[in-house]
């Protein structure tokens, strides 16, 4: 990859650009990366981490409270599901049910079945249901 | 009272007053409805009194029947049976007390098969409907999987929709009109209308599929074709035969180019 750096005084805030042929899924995870307001503190135990959006594959709510899911594992997550709706970008993350958060750039394929309940696989094989009555918000999530 | 249950209310009493007005209005389109006149002037008002009570309640059903597609899941399953039970009650005792049966239980089982098929395609119909908007998120998501040849599997769901529609209208359309030029206009209508629709919406989210003129025409001809079978009835298909495979044409090319022109307009 080829990196260069510009300096124009002018500028009153830094700006990025990012020239490819394609939207490949290393540089849709640069610009969530450059992209994210504020990073998701994931906790194990006493243990905290900082978690990239980019590597967050869901946030789900279960019985201990709210937990979120990278390909390395689930973390504990302190803000309520409702709280980190409002913090996510909305076109990035998506509501997909009440318990649910889904990042949409993990999604790897969307089947629907005969009475209408939407199943979503993320990347890594994990499978997420989603009734009809959050269709709206992921229609609007991926821009249709 | 909650927003739910008023809008309930609401669809009970339209739907109910739509149904009471059908009795007056569909008579006058054949015999299927003149037992009720006739008892009535024969001094059997209580057949009259009780058909427009059957009709309300038929009317409501009708008014709330979009409601079990509210939901999803076992929901969804569960409401359209409840549903479904409660019009085949209903439709059962109408014909009962009309005598639209002839005194003959096959036929009035076979009203309710009729029903049953009406409603898996309401259900078809909505689903396809479904599909076109999981159609859309894949695509902008660029995970729509590869077209299958001649975009069959694509156009398969259309086809049973073609099939369904067809034997629900060419039954309706005999049972309103059985000899003369109502039912056979509202035959020749609806279905080509009922095909260039599920070629458009096909054609819109999937671009075009010639297999669905080829499935379209078929799917078209055997809804007919067995409707002519359960009915023991002297008709032919004739010159009108090729009718949807021409409307299925146009509705996926128009479906098609509405597609073009929505892409171009979001870019």
Redesign the interface.
């Known amino acids: 990859m080829k990196v260069e750096y510009v300096e124009i005084p002018e500028l009153k805030e830094p700006e990025i650009t990012i020239r490819a042929s394609e939207l490949t899924p290393e540089i849709s995870k640069l610009i969530a990366s450059l992209t994210a307001d504020e990073p998701i503190r994931g906790w194990r135990g006493d243990e905290m981490e900082i978690i990239p959006l980019a590597d967050i594959l869901r946030f789900y709510t279960d019985g201990k409270g709210v937990s979120l899911e990278t390909a390395s594992g689930a973390y504990s997550v302190r803000e309520r599901i409702y709280e980190l709706e409002e913090k996510l970008p909305k076109r990035e993350f998506v509501r997909i049910s009440n318990s649910e958060i889904v990042n949409?750039r993990h999604?790897?394929?969307?089947?629907?079945?005969?009475?209408?309940?939407?199943r979503l696989t993320l990347t890594g094989g994990r499978l997420v249901f989603s009734?009809?009555?959050y269709?709206k918000k992921?229609?609007e999530a991926?821009?249709? | 009272m909650t927003e739910e249950k008023y809008s309930l209310r609401q669809h009970i009493i339209r739907g109910g007053i739509g149904g009471a007005l059908g009795l007056l209005i569909l008579p006058r389109y054949g015999e299927m409805l003149n037992s009720i006149i006739i008892d009535a002037g024969e001094g059997g008002t209580p057949a009259l009194i009780i058909s427009c009570i059957l009709y309300f309640v038929i009317g409501a059903l009708a008014g709330i029947a979009t409601m079990p597609?509210a939901?999803?899941?076992?929901e969804?399953?569960i409401r359209s049976v409840i549903h479904y039970a409660l019009t085949s009650l209903a439709f059962s005792a109408l014909c009962l007390v009309n005598g639209w049966n002839r005194g003959r239980w096959d036929t009035l089982f076979f009203f309710i098969g009729v029903l049953a098929v009406f409603y898996l395609t309401i259900w078809l119909a909505?689903?396809i409907a479904?599909?076109g908007?999981?159609s859309?998120?894949?695509e902008?998501?660029g995970?729509k999987p590869k077209r299958s040849p001649l975009g069959i599997v694509e156009a398969l769901p259309y086809a049973v929709l073609v099939l369904l529609t067809s034997f629900i209208v060419s039954c309706a359309g005999y049972a309103l009109d059985r000899t003369g030029w109502v039912g056979s206009i509202i035959t020749a209508l609806i279905i080509p209308a009922g095909v260039f629709w599920a070629g458009v919406v096909l054609g819109k989210h999937n671009g075009f599929a010639p297999a669905f003129i080829v499935l379209a025409e078929l799917a078209a001809a055997a809804g007919f074709g067995i409707t002519i079978f359960a009915l023991h009835l002297n008709l032919g298909f004739g010159w009108g035969a090729a009718i949807p495979a021409i409307a299925a044409l146009i509705g996926n090319l128009a479906g098609f180019a509405l597609g073009k022109i929505k892409e171009k307009r979001a870019e």
């Open positions: 949409i999604i790897t394929a969307i089947d629907l079945s005969f009475t209408g309940t939407i009734s009809r009555r269709i992921l229609k991926v821009g249709v | 597609f939901d999803t899941g076992k969804l399953v909505r689903w479904w599909l908007e999981i859309d998120i894949r902008k998501l995970i």
